[in-house]
């Protein structure tokens, strides 16, 4: 069957990796089946991505479906049945687990592949009978034919075939080494077909190789738990970094999800040699309610899994992100006030505040007695309210999210953070304090009319002194924005500006280098003028040195 594989994905800078296995399996297994590949994205106008996808007269059109994209791919898989009667195949984690419910409820859609889909698919692509296929479901008459979930017991072909990287044009690439999770969080599925299955590890390093090379800034493995084998973990640390510079690029990136709670000696003493900004980790934290943890299957030594992430952070070399969930059971707003406090204490790159989503197949979604909560029936499917946490309080949730996504992930303020964090027993309130006010404000999408709302609102506060938050708000905006320029409200006119600024010109060691743009200004709080040259940015903060000089009386 003349084939069209495709990856609706939600950014452009995204790139599928399924679509590309499945390709692979046709390589491998079907190599005289005609396929294209397509990946578009969510932010397209459908009636042009369904135009595309009617091109090329093909006989199977086969989607990956997630909860970010199965809405958006099953109307255009719809438009695509209508305008030429194609055969409609979707896989992915999204029908895996309700293959039933979907064939019920669309009529268009023909076949769905239930969990791995590289050797089905081959099959499928091939003609052969369906009930050889595993982990195919399709109708027959009036009947339904629903099959558990494919899991290969064999490495999956290679994805990276020459239209791969012919296709990536500089996105971000994507590797696994491994499949599956030797966990069984209740709100995941990445544990629920079984353990880890660890792929050859001198294949992987070679694929590293490939990605590093293919023009991509940032290569992220998905592997559910990348450091479930210690050992394994750290000989692929020592590899990329041993061919740093050399067979990987230095201007590539490897980003990495973790779990630190299995973080030991070892790994910190060959973590300690990256170089800076080569690794990004992602470590989910949830929560540090232990009977939360408990109930949803994740027993954690939360000491070690704190005193892991501490140790990573304080090497300074890798761009650390951890996870909070909000909505999960027996986490009120007490319960999350102090999960979030302790881990903005660790002082993350990133905090990202998730908000718990019931994936078809989670045991949160299949045992609805035990994990009560009231949840959005339509993608992405998140809670509204639980037994512990209301909906009014799940909504101030998201407008907090909001406001700290641009005030401390963005890491635009990180002076300003650490300043007035200082002065508040309870960073979360204070934040919550804000995120109601700027809401309130109605403040359009802009960078400074932002600053100026947390300028208006931490000025007023008894606890804050305004020349020192001034400060601490030019340093960030100076540091951070390349254009050099600060909003006028954070501009001081003053003649000492003008006249370091022409002291530095005149010695060699302070000069401003040629083509490198210069920015200045005095603080308020301390006898200092401050430059910055924009050049060189932290690789982990992405920001500009910032240079004092004492300003001397007459």
């Not at 290969?152 to 996105?171: D, H, I, Q, T």
Request: some cysteine; proline content about 4%; hydrophobic content about 35%.
């Amino acid at each position: 069957m003349k084939t069209l594989i495709c990856a609706i994905n939600s950014k452009f800078i995204h790139s599928s990796l399924a679509v590309w296995c499945l390709a692979g399996a046709l390589e491998k297994w079907a190599s005289d089946v005609e396929y294209d590949i397509f990946e578009g994205t969510i932010n397209e106008n459908i009636d042009n991505t369904c135009e595309k996808l009617t091109l090329g007269n093909y006989e199977l059109v086969a989607f990956s479906t997630y909860i970010w994209n199965v809405s958006y791919v099953k109307e255009l898989a719809r438009r695509v049945k209508e305008k030429t009667g194609a055969k409609i195949l979707l896989g992915g984690p999204e029908v895996s687990y309700n293959a039933k419910e979907v064939l019920e409820e669309c009529q268009y859609v023909d076949y769905i592949i239930s969990g791995e889909g590289e050797e089905p698919f081959s099959m499928l692509a091939q003609g052969r009978n369906f009930d050889q296929i595993p982990g195919l479901c399709y109708r027959t008459g009036d009947k339904i034919i629903v099959k558990e979930p494919y899991v290969s017991m064999e490495n999956p072909p290679s994805p990276y075939v020459e239209k791969y990287f012919n296709a990536l044009n500089g996105r971000i690439a994507y590797i696994e080494t491994s499949r599956g999770c030797p966990y069984r969080c209740a709100f995941c599925l990445s544990g629920r077909c079984g353990g880890v299955r660890f792929f050859d590890l001198d294949e992987s390093k070679q694929k590293i190789i490939l990605l590093a090379n293919s023009g991509t800034k940032t290569v992220k493995f998905i592997d559910r738990t990348f450091n479930a084998d210690r050992k394994r973990a750290i000989e692929i640390f020592e590899f990329i970094i041993d061919e740093y510079g050399k067979k990987v690029p230095k201007s590539v990136c490897f980003h990495f999800e973790i779990e630190g709670e299995l973080i030991d000696d070892k790994t910190i003493e060959v973590l300690k040699k990256a170089p800076k900004g080569l690794f990004q980790f992602e470590i989910g934290l949830q929560t540090f309610n232990e009977k939360t943890l408990e109930h949803i299957n994740r027993k954690t030594d939360l000491k070690k899994l704190t005193y892991n992430i501490k140790r990573i952070i304080e090497l300074e070399n890798i761009h650390v992100h951890i996870d909070l969930i909000a909505g999960m059971t027996y986490e009120d707003m007490e319960s999350f006030e102090k999960s979030f406090n302790k881990a903005l204490s660790l002082k993350p790159d990133m905090l990202q505040l998730g908000f718990l989503k019931l994936l078809h197949g989670a045991d949160m979604r299949e045992d609805g007695e035990k994990y009560k909560c009231e949840f959005s029936p339509t993608p992405p499917y998140e809670v509204i309210s639980t037994e512990h946490m209301s909906k009014k309080e799940l909504q101030e949730l998201h407008i907090l999210e909001d406001v700290f996504e641009k005030l401390y992930n963005s890491s635009r303020f990180e002076r300003t953070c650490e300043y007035v964090f200082s002065l508040y027993s309870s960073s979360f309130k204070i934040l919550m304090e804000l995120a109601l006010f700027v809401e309130k404000s109605n403040i359009p999408n802009n960078l400074d009319l932002f600053t100026k709302a947390v300028y208006d609102f931490f000025s007023k506060k008894k606890e804050v002194n305004p020349s020192k938050l001034r400060d601490c708000m030019a340093l960030d905006r100076l540091s951070t924005n390349r254009m050099g320029t600060l909003p006028d409200f954070l501009k001081v006119h003053s003649p000492i500006i003008k006249e370091y600024l022409t002291l530095l010109e005149k010695s060699k060691d302070t000069k401003r280098p040629q083509n490198v743009k210069r920015a200045a200004t005095v603080l308020l709080s301390e006898n200092k003028f401050i430059y910055v040259d924009y050049q060189n940015p932290d690789k982990i903060k992405n920001s500009y040195k910032i240079i004092e000089k004492i300003i001397k009386s007459d």
